[in-house]
C-alpha cells in the first residue's frame, strides 16, 4: 500500500499550539501496523487470532442489532 500523500505534504493535524505542523513521510518510515489499520480482512484476521476478543466484538454486534430491533419494535 503506498501511501496518498506526497512526501512532505502538511497534513493539518497540529492538536499543539506550540510545535510544528506534521508533514508526511516516506512510506517505510511508518509503521507495517499503519497500512492495515483501515483493512477490514486484516482487521478480522487480528481477531481471529484471539478468539476471546473476536468473541467479545461479535457479543456487541448482535447486541447492538437487538438494540436497534427492540427499539424499532417499540414505535410500531
Known amino acids: 500500500?503506498?501511501?496518498?500523500?506526497?512526501?512532505?505534504?502538511?497534513?493539518?493535524l497540529?492538536?499543539?499550539?506550540?510545535?510544528?505542523?506534521?508533514v508526511a513521510l516516506e512510506d517505510h518510515e511508518y509503521p507495517e501496523w499503519l497500512w492495515t489499520v483501515l483493512d477490514p480482512?486484516?482487521?478480522?484476521?487480528k481477531l481471529k487470532?484471539?478468539?476471546?476478543?473476536?468473541q467479545?466484538?461479535?457479543?456487541?454486534?448482535?447486541?447492538r442489532k437487538n438494540i436497534k430491533h427492540n427499539n424499532f419494535m417499540a414505535q410500531m
Open 41 to 45: 480482512k486484516a482487521q478480522e484476521e
Open 14 to 22: 497540529k492538536i499543539k499550539k506550540s510545535g510544528a505542523e506534521p
Open 49 to 54: 487470532a484471539d478468539p476471546a476478543k473476536y
Open 1 to 12: 500500500i503506498k501511501s496518498s500523500c506526497p512526501v512532505g505534504t502538511l497534513l493539518n
Open 56 to 63: 467479545k466484538k461479535l457479543m456487541r454486534q448482535r447486541n
